[in-house]
């Protein structure tokens, strides 16, 4: 389950560079390597980014330190 978490953690940093990006610059990095924001393989990136952002919601709560 440990590798579970940390394949998650790195998407959303993946996500969360991604989100910089677009805030600051206006640049969607994930849309310009895969083909646009609208392709489909953009799409596929966005949806695996969010479903691990959810997988990660119940570490908020652990007691694990």
């Known amino acids: 389950m440990q590798a579970f978490y940390k394949v998650c953690l790195v998407l959303l940093i993946i996500g969360g560079i991604n989100w910089g990006l677009v805030g600051l610059f206006q640049?969607?990095?994930?849309?310009?390597?895969?083909?646009?924001?609208a392709s489909i393989l953009s799409r596929i990136i966005f949806v695996i980014v969010g479903i691990a952002g959810l997988c990660a919601i119940p570490s908020l709560f652990s007691s694990d330190d």
């Open 27 to 37: 640049f969607d990095l994930v849309g310009w390597l895969f083909g646009g924001s």
